[in-house]
C-alpha cells in the first residue's frame, strides 16, 4: 500500500487527486446550491430531474477553470481552441448523465428524499470524471 501511494505522489496522480477532491467538494456545493432550491421551490414534485442540467451547467464551468488551472497543473497539455472546452464539456455531459439517471431513479420513480441522490452524485461521478479528465481532457 506504501508503495502505491509513494508510486502515486512521484507521478503527480495523489496530488491531482488531492486538488481535483478540493475542487468536487466546491463543485458539488455549487450543484447544491442550485439544485435544491430547484427541487423544493420551483420544479413540480416528481421533476428533480429537471433541476440537473442547469445545476450541473453552473457547477462545471468553475470546475472547467479550477480543474484546468489547478487541478491538473502541470499535468499534460492545454490546447488552445475550443477542443479541449469541448473534451471538457462531453466529460462534464457524461457525469451529468449520471447524476441525473441518480435523481430519476431514486428521487421521481423511487420516491426517496430528494438530496438523495446527493450521495451517488458525491461519491460516484467524481471518480468517473477525474478519470476521463486526467486521461482524454488533460492529459
Known amino acids: 500500500m506504501t508503495g502505491r501511494i509513494d508510486a502515486?505522489?512521484?507521478s503527480g496522480v495523489?496530488?491531482?487527486?488531492?486538488?481535483?477532491?478540493i475542487v468536487g467538494v466546491l463543485s458539488t456545493a455549487i450543484y447544491s446550491a442550485v439544485y435544491l432550491p430547484l427541487v423544493y421551490w420551483?420544479?413540480?414534485e416528481g421533476?428533480?430531474?429537471?433541476?440537473?442540467?442547469?445545476?450541473?451547467?453552473?457547477?462545471?464551468?468553475?470546475g472547467f477553470f479550477a480543474h484546468g488551472r489547478w487541478s491538473f497543473q502541470g499535468h499534460g497539455s492545454r490546447e488552445a481552441g475550443a477542443v479541449q472546452p469541448v473534451k471538457f464539456m462531453v466529460v462534464q455531459g457524461f457525469g451529468m448523465m449520471l447524476n441525473a439517471l441518480f435523481t430519476l431513479v431514486l428521487a421521481d420513480w423511487m420516491g426517496w428524499a430528494q438530496w438523495v441522490p446527493l450521495i451517488p452524485a458525491m461519491l460516484v461521478t467524481p471518480f468517473a470524471t477525474f478519470a476521463l479528465n486526467r486521461t482524454w481532457v488533460f492529459g
Open 8 to 10: 502515486m505522489r512521484s
Open 14 to 21: 495523489l496530488g491531482q487527486l488531492v486538488r481535483f477532491g
Open 42 to 44: 420551483v420544479l413540480p
Open 47 to 62: 421533476r428533480a430531474f429537471l433541476a440537473v442540467p442547469p445545476a450541473f451547467l453552473v457547477a462545471a464551468a468553475f
